[in-house]
């Protein structure tokens, strides 16, 4: 069996999500969260979840192989970042190349790269008029959101859309493909 971490700073809607759908898969399990804030919702999902939970601080993380040891001492084979806000250490790249994926809530190349996460994100897409939004899934490397993609997916935006209107409508598409991208990526 896959053993998967997720990386996660936030409220953790994208991390239920997927410690729900991997909770009775075959082939994986959801088995740590890294998280870098003790007061972020996800960590609660997580103890609820029965997920264990390693708080990282930022010294900590970016020390030369302390977060790949403990991610190796674990047995972790697949890492998912769900809402992680740091830049991923390059030997933790090297380590988990092509096990290792982010989803970001637009249609990279646009509206990526360092600050460009959340309702930011679909603030930018309105405000440049565009049309069309949606998710990336993609491979993490040593950059923001410059990996190589594996699954795009798209919702329209609307005239009269604000950034909260288009966050719910990129949200569905998160949880409607997200972990199963990443199941389909395990098999």
Known sequence: MKRIAIFASGAGTNARRLMEYFELHDAAQVILLVCNRADA????????AGVEVLLVDREWFY????????LHDRGIDF???????????????????????NIHPA?????????MYGMRVHEAVIAAGEKE????????DSKFDEGAHIAQ?????FPNDTASDLAMRV???EYMHFAEEIARLLN
């Open 41 to 48: 919702g996800v960590v609660a999902i997580a103890q609820e």
């Open 63 to 70: 020390a030369p192989r302390s977060i790949t040891q403990e």
């Open 79 to 101: 890492i998912v970042l769900a809402g992680f806000l740091w830049l991923i250490p390059e030997v933790l790249v090297e380590v988990y190349s092509d096990a290792m994926v």
């Open 107 to 115: 249609l990279l190349p646009k509206f990526g790269g360092k600050g």
């Open 133 to 140: 939004s949606g998710i990336t899934i993609h491979y993490v």
């Open 153 to 157: 997916y798209s919702c329209p935006v």
């Open 171 to 173: 949200h569905e598409l």
